[in-house]
C-alpha cells in the first residue's frame, strides 16, 4: 500500500474549540473587509449570528445569503455569485451543513470565474481561484469542510456531481461542537450516518494510502462511539466526538476517493429530492454485502474497531435511528440514466470490487426491493 496519495491536499488552519465560531468575522477580516456569509434557515433563529456579530462585526462589510433549503443547486450558486460579486465581496464564510458549505465553497472558488458554473460541473478545466474561503460546519456532517470538493445539482437535468479543484480548500476551519447542539435527531442521523459512510468507503476506496488509513478508522471510531448519545441528545458532550471524526472523514476521503455507496447516492439524491446522508443510509447495507469480499481483512478490521460485525452493527444503527427507506417499494425511475451516472462516477471508480452495469442494476433491484 502507498504510503501518500500523489497530491495531499489538507486545511492548512483548523481551530477547535467550543464557542471559536464567536471570533469568525475577526479570522475573516484578516483577508479583507468586503465578504459574504452563507448561512442556512436555521442559522438565524439559533442565535448564533447575534454571537458571531457581537465580536467583529465592526471590522467587516458582511452580506448574509440564505441558503433556501434543500440539496445545493447550480441555479442557487448563480444567485450567490451574481451578489457576492455585486458586493465585491473579498472573502467568502460558510456556516451551516453540506449544502451550505458546498455552495459557499463553490461560490468563493468560483467568483473570479469567467464562465457559468455549469460549464465546470459539465467538466471545463477549473483556474485556481484566489478567494478565500472559511467555513464551520453545523452537522456532522459531510466533511465538506476538510476537502476541495463541491457536490452540486444541475436541476435542468436532474444531474447531481462534483467538482473540485485543490484551491478551493478552507483557508480556515472552524470547528465548534456547540453549532451542533440543538439540531433534530433526524439531522443527526442522516448527517452521522453520511460520515460513517464516508469513513468506510475511504478505508477500502482503492484510493487509500497508510496516511489516509489513520483518518478513516479514527473516524469510524469516534463516530460510532458517539452517534447514539448525540441522536438522542444533541447537547451531548459526545459531540465533539461526532464532530471530530466527521472531519477526519473530510480528510480521509479528500485523499482517497470514495465507494459505490456516493455513486448510488449522487443519482438517487437527485431524482427523489432525499436528504444525501438518508440515501447514503439507506444503500450502506447492501455495498457492505456487496463488498464483503474485496474488502479483505479491512472487514475484521472495521469490525473490531467498532466492537461488532460491521453489516449487523450498521443495520442495528439504521433501526435505531428509525430510518425508513424512502426508495422501497418505488419504480425506478429512469433506470438506464441511474446506471450510467453511477458508473461515471469517480466514487464508483474507486470502490474495492469492480462495479459492472449488472451489478449496479442489482443493487438498485435490492434498494428499491419492497
Ligand atoms: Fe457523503
Known amino acids: 500500500m502507498k504510503m501518500f496519495p500523489n497530491e495531499l491536499v489538507l486545511p492548512p488552519r483548523t481551530i477547535f474549540r467550543k464557542r471559536a465560531v464567536v471570533d ?16 442556512g434557515r436555521s442559522f438565524l433563529a ?37 451578489e457576492a460579486r455585486a458586493h465585491h465581496a473579498e472573502w467568502i464564510a460558510g456556516v451551516g451543513g453540506g449544502s451550505v458549505i458546498d455552495l459557499a465553497k463553490a461560490c468563493a472558488g468560483l467568483l473570479e470565474a469567467t464562465r457559468p458554473p455549469v460549464a465546470y460541473h459539465d467538466g471545463a478545466a477549473i483556474s485556481t481561484s484566489k478567494i478565500p474561503f472559511l467555513v464551520a460546519p453545523t452537522t456532522a456532517g459531510t466533511g465538506s469542510e476538510a476537502t476541495v470538493v463541491c457536490v452540486l445539482t444541475n436541476s ?5 456531481k462534483s467538482f473540485r479543484h485543490p484551491s478551493f480548500m478552507a483557508r480556515l ?6 453549532l451542533l447542539a440543538g439540531s433534530p435527531p433526524e439531522v443527526i442521523a442522516h448527517s452521522g450516518m453520511d460520515a460513517f459512510t464516508q469513513a468506510i468507503e475511504s478505508y477500502v ?6 496516511f489516509s488509513d489513520q483518518f478513516s478508522l479514527k473516524a469510524l471510531s469516534m463516530i460510532f462511539s458517539s452517534i447514539r448519545a448525540v441522536f438522542e ?3 451531548s458532550d459526545k459531540k465533539d466526538d461526532l464532530l471530530a471524526g466527521s472531519y477526519l472523514a473530510g480528510l ?78 418505488q419504480s ?18 474507486a470502490n474495492p470490487r469492480k462495479v459492472t452495469e449488472t451489478d449496479v442494476e442489482y443493487l438498485l433491484k435490492q434498494i428499491f426491493a419492497g
Not at 476506496?205 to 497508510?210: E, R, V, Y
Not at 425506478?332 to 471508480?349: C, F, K, V, W, Y
Request: proline content about 4%; overall charge negative.
Open 332 to 349: 425506478i425511475l429512469g433506470e438506464d440514466r441511474i446506471i450510467e451516472e453511477t458508473l461515471a462516477s469517480g466514487s464508483a471508480a
Open 46 to 82: 439559533s442565535g448564533a449570528f447575534q454571537n458571531i456579530a457581537e465580536t467583529g462585526m465592526s471590522d467587516v462589510a458582511v452580506k448574509t445569503w440564505q441558503h433556501p433549503g434543500g440539496e445545493p443547486t447550480l441555479h442557487q450558486l448563480e444567485v450567490l455569485l451574481s
Open 24 to 39: 469568525l468575522f475577526k479570522e475573516c477580516a484578516v483577508f479583507g473587509k468586503r465578504g459574504v456569509l452563507v448561512h
Open 233 to 235: 441528545n444533541s447537547y
Open 173 to 178: 476551519v472552524i470547528l465548534d461542537p456547540e
Open 252 to 329: 480521509a476521503l479528500s485523499n482517497a476517493r470514495l465507494g459505490i455507496v456516493h455513486g448510488l447516492a449522487h443519482p438517487l439524491g437527485a431524482r427523489y429530492h432525499v436528504p444525501h446522508g438518508l440515501a447514503c443510509a439507506v444503500c450502506l447495507p447492501h455495498a457492505i454485502k456487496f463488498n464483503h469480499d474485496a474488502m479483505g481483512v479491512k472487514y475484521t478490521i472495521m469490525s473490531e474497531t467498532i466492537g461488532g460485525d460491521l453489516f449487523l452493527e450498521t443495520n442495528r444503527m439504521i433501526e435505531d435511528f428509525n430510518i425508513r427507506s424512502p426508495f422501497a417499494g
Open 156 to 160: 435542468e437535468t436532474n444531474v447531481k
Open 205 to 210: 476506496s482503492t484510493g487509500a494510502t497508510w
